[in-house]
């Protein structure tokens, strides 16, 4: 009587045994990638940005953790009759550093994704 399913022998076909060592490779490529991706997110963490608004009469350094780290403002930015003014260019100068560490933040997560397969539909 003949075996039903299964393998001669137990063995896996070549195109099974490749597929595993292409899934291997995948995921040491993958573990690779997002060990570099952290090395660079602590980097980003540490990292400063600033950014001004009202021709540098206010200046916002936030860190790439978009913590506000400090607010300078000029002399001339001062004017106890127009806060709205000063209120509205430390928030711009504070909304363009927060973009910077977003636009750094995008960087790292593309480089920890490129070369990597399209797993597709998959949900991975």
Same mark, same amino acid.
């Given at each position: 009587m003949a075996k039903r399913g299964g393998f001669p022998g137990g063995?896996?076909?070549g195109n099974m045994n490749n597929l595993m060592k292409q899934a291997q490779r995948m995921q040491r490529q993958? #573990? #690779?990638k997002q060990a570099e991706a952290e090395s660079k997110r602590a980097e980003l963490e540490a990292k #400063?940005?600033?950014a001004s608004a009202g021709g540098g009469a206010v #200046?916002? /350094?936030v860190n790439g953790k978009s913590e506000v780290v400090s607010v300078a403002l000029s002399q001339e930015a001062v004017d106890p009759d127009d806060i709205e003014t000063l209120q509205d260019m430390i928030v711009a100068a /504070?909304?363009?550093a927060l973009k910077q560490v977003k636009a750094a933040e995008e960087e790292i997560n593309e480089a920890a994704?490129?070369?990597l397969p399209n797993l597709g539909g998959f949900g991975f």
């Amino acid at each position: 009587m003949a075996k039903r399913g299964g393998f001669p022998g137990g063995a896996m076909p070549g195109n099974m045994n490749n597929l595993m060592k292409q899934a291997q490779r995948m995921q040491r490529q993958l #573990e #690779e990638k997002q060990a570099e991706a952290e090395s660079k997110r602590a980097e980003l963490e540490a990292k #400063e940005f600033k950014a001004s608004a009202g021709g540098g009469a206010v #200046e916002v /350094t936030v860190n790439g953790k978009s913590e506000v780290v400090s607010v300078a403002l000029s002399q001339e930015a001062v004017d106890p009759d127009d806060i709205e003014t000063l209120q509205d260019m430390i928030v711009a100068a /504070t909304n363009e550093a927060l973009k910077q560490v977003k636009a750094a933040e995008e960087e790292i997560n593309e480089a920890a994704s490129a070369g990597l397969p399209n797993l597709g539909g998959f949900g991975f």
